[in-house]
């Protein structure tokens, strides 16, 4: 094989892996949408963090929608700063969603369902080494949080004509 042949190609540019699109918000049940919502409203301004605040409040009382509130916030802080990868989000009103925040919102989801390995998997796939075991014992602790938003359907929906990324 000659090598030369290869020296001059150009690899050709990459999309950001894990902000491809791999579904869309209208079609996820209410625990996973409110995730994924949650995600994007923590990396978006004080307005849109303002919503997460808002919708606790909406469906717990006020002692544990506090609670909940900082246990996101030590989630968020987490994930970002123990990343595999920059995690990939779309804008908030964006009707589709990406493969990070598909894996945030089912780990989120498997912790709501007891399901401490299924979680970690999905963390593994976010966070680098022993982050992950941390970031689902965190997820565990917010399961009763997403479970009354996904009972009330608090979470802020995306219209379905909605394309911005």
Do not use: K
């Not at 916030?73 to 994930?79: E, K």
């Amino acid at each position: 094989m000659r090598r030369e042949i290869f020296a001059e190609a150009q690899p050709a540019p990459q999309p950001q892996r894990g902000g491809a699109p791999v579904g869309r918000m209208h079609e996820l049940p209410e625990m996973e949408l409110a995730a994924i919502v949650f995600l994007r409203a923590w990396c978006g301004d004080a307005g849109e963090r303002q919503m997460i605040r808002r919708d606790l409040h909406s469906v717990l009382n006020p002692r544990d929608a506090l609670l909940a509130e900082q246990r996101f916030a030590t989630l968020m802080r987490l994930v970002l700063a123990q990343a595999r990868s920059p995690i990939m989000h779309h804008h908030l009103d964006c009707a589709c969603y990406g493969g990070h925040e598909s894996a945030f919102a089912q780990m989120i989801a498997a912790t709501a369902g007891r399901d401490r390995d299924e979680a970690l998997l999905f963390a593994a796939t976010l966070v680098v080494g022993p982050a992950a075991h941390e970031a689902v014992l965190q997820a565990e602790d917010l399961a009763p949080a997403f479970l009354a938003l996904a009972r009330a359907g608090r979470a802020e929906p995306v219209p379905q004509g909605a394309t911005r990324h």
